[in-house]
């Protein structure tokens, strides 16, 4: 049995993790909040320790280090901005860490928690949980024994909408959440390259608070991707089943339908981890560098190849298709065709 620590107690996400150390035999002994609305701990581990203050967490941690009884794992489900500080914590602390999605917000991040690694014998995980979900993994296989020279062509859309409190909270400030491409895209980019391979270019067509889009040329694909908050991006069809989320990948035409089997896979992720083969740094960088990089790029002009809800978009408001994308928008975006700049090891 494996004891764990948590950080992120009463966020969204922390019940799966719960649910994983449980599942997988291992005992919480401590958690941290801010927050104090954590009563899901006593469906899993009534007896934990628990706090609402850092430093008496840290303080914790490190009275239970001196008597001999460091933590075997340190889970991370905080804000995405504080990731790397709460990974080093762990890792100081002497603890293997498993953070959520985004593992960081800068790529160069990576390279000094490599470094740590290195330095403490300790390493971090990624939950990057496409990668175990079964209609993925059948995707993955049929590109690998497929034509070797093929270049699929895919649209990738994933819109959820959220209400107002969104932009209020940390997920609305781009400082703290890396914008729209990485709190909810992320895992999405992980997923291409993981199945497709390297990037070769990523445009940016559309960045605002809620909605983002693009198009990315992988080694083996063609992504034209949209990604949103928002309930006026909503396909009309959508609308009207009474929905409000919208997930779908297009490959040649061909409908994915991954939107089930998500349930347990935070489970699977930490099995994998506990057996020494979870997602490791190097496996997360390409990822964090192109939603870097789409968060930081000089939009790409709107013509050629755009995700077909964009155009959906312009005939809702009542646009024809040559209106520009500073009329659509409102804003006085400068527009240059761009790629992706060599960010050293990754893409």
Not at 203 to 223: I, K, S
Request: one cysteine or more; proline letters at 3%.
């Amino acid at each position: 049995m494996k004891t764990f620590a948590l950080i992120g107690a009463a966020g969204y996400i922390a019940p799966r993790h719960l649910r994983a150390i449980k599942d997988t035999n291992n005992q919480l002994v401590t958690a941290f909040d801010k927050f104090d609305a954590v009563g899901v701990m006593d469906s899993y581990f009534p007896e934990a320790d628990f706090f609402t203050e850092f430093e008496r967490f840290d303080r914790h941690i490190d009275k239970i280090r001196r008597e001999g009884n460091s933590i075997d794992y340190l889970s991370i489900c905080s804000p995405n901005y504080l990731h790397d500080a709460h990974i080093r914590f762990g890792l100081r602390n002497g603890a293997n860490v498993i953070c959520e999605k985004p593992l960081v917000l800068n790529p160069w991040n990576i390279e000094g928690l490599a470094e740590m690694e290195q330095e403490t014998g300790k390493r971090v995980n990624n939950i990057l949980q496409l990668r175990l979900h079964p209609s993925l993994i059948s995707l993955k296989n049929r590109i690998s024994s497929g034509p070797a020279d093929k270049i699929y062509d895919l649209d990738l859309a994933y819109i959820t909408c959220r209400g107002k409190w969104y932009n209020i909270s940390w997920k609305g400030d781009p400082a703290k959440s890396g914008g729209i491409a990485t709190n909810i895209g992320v895992h999405f980019f992980d997923m291409l390259t993981w199945v497709f391979g390297k990037v070769k270019q990523n445009q940016v067509h559309l960045r605002e608070e809620n909605t983002a889009a693009g198009y990315l040329e992988l080694e083996r694909a063609r992504v034209r991707w949209f990604l949103s908050t928002e309930y006026e991006s909503l396909p009309e069809g959508i609308k009207l089943a009474n929905k409000r989320t919208y997930r779908s990948l297009q490959i040649e035409g061909e409908e994915i339908e991954f939107s089930d089997g998500f349930t347990d896979l935070h489970t699977k992720s930490y099995e994998q981890i506990l057996a020494g083969s979870g997602f490791g740094l190097d496996q997360a960088y390409s990822s964090i560098n192109i939603v870097h990089h789409i968060r930081n790029a000089r939009l790409t002009q709107l013509s050629g190849d755009f995700h077909p809800l964009i155009k959906d978009r312009r005939h809702q408001i009542g646009m024809e298709d040559n209106i520009s994308l500073e009329q659509l928008l409102g804003t006085n975006y400068e527009l240059a065709s761009t790629s992706l700049p060599n960010a050293g090891r990754g893409e």
